[in-house]
């Protein structure tokens, strides 16, 4: 009886977390050419415990969206994006993104980021790269969808890939 119990509770343990894992590894953005401002606007969404994870993992310690001080955590998250989301001017270098702020969604276990970058000659031929979390799942796959007025196009990303250019 012993061992059969044993038993279970081994296999319980290694299938536990796999159980309430999320099968998939995806973010999507949502990124407007203002035309305004001359600025790129960008929505992003992640899965809140993947990107904790992410932060946890980069600052060699546990990080959470709910109990980090909001200024260390809104500085943790502004560096890992500058780092793994890129845009460039179709003529040019890497500009730095401004950050607007976030929001979780509990009940989605979602959380949204938001951040600008300027692009003063416009969005077509702009590189981007979006590589966030590709760095903790092999499976990332990373959706940008770029409108400028009534033209659109959607990126698609996987883990290592490089800059792909905004072509309507």
Same mark, same amino acid.
């Given at each position: 009886m012993v061992k059969i119990l044993s038993a279970v &509770?081994?296999? @319980?343990?290694? %299938? %536990?977390?796999?159980v309430f894992a999320h099968p998939i590894h995806t973010s999507f953005a949502e990124a407007d050419y203002n035309r305004a401002t001359l600025r790129l606007e960008v929505a992003l969404r992640v899965?809140?415990? /993947?990107?904790?994870?992410? &932060?946890?993992?980069?600052?060699?310690k546990k990080v959470s969206l709910e109990k980090t001080p909001a200024a260390e955590l809104d500085a943790l998250i502004q560096v890992y &994006?500058?780092?793994?989301f890129i845009v460039r001017?179709?003529?040019g270098a890497k500009v730095p993104l401004t950050w607007v702020g976030r929001e979780v969604k509990d009940a989605q276990d979602v959380l949204? &980021?938001?951040?600008?970058?300027p692009l003063p000659g416009g969005s077509e031929g702009a590189r981007l790269q979006q590589q966030l979390l590709c760095d903790l799942f092999h499976d990332q796959l990373?959706? @940008?969808? @770029?409108? /400028?007025?009534d033209r659109q196009v959607t990126l698609v990303f996987l883990p290592d890939q490089g800059e792909k250019t905004v072509r309507f």
């Open positions: &509770l081994f296999f @319980v343990s290694i %299938l %536990l977390p796999s899965f809140a415990n /993947d990107f904790e994870s992410a &932060l946890s993992q980069r600052a060699g &994006l500058a780092e793994r001017p179709a003529d949204w &980021l938001y951040f600008e970058a990373n959706t @940008v969808r @770029v409108r /400028d007025g």
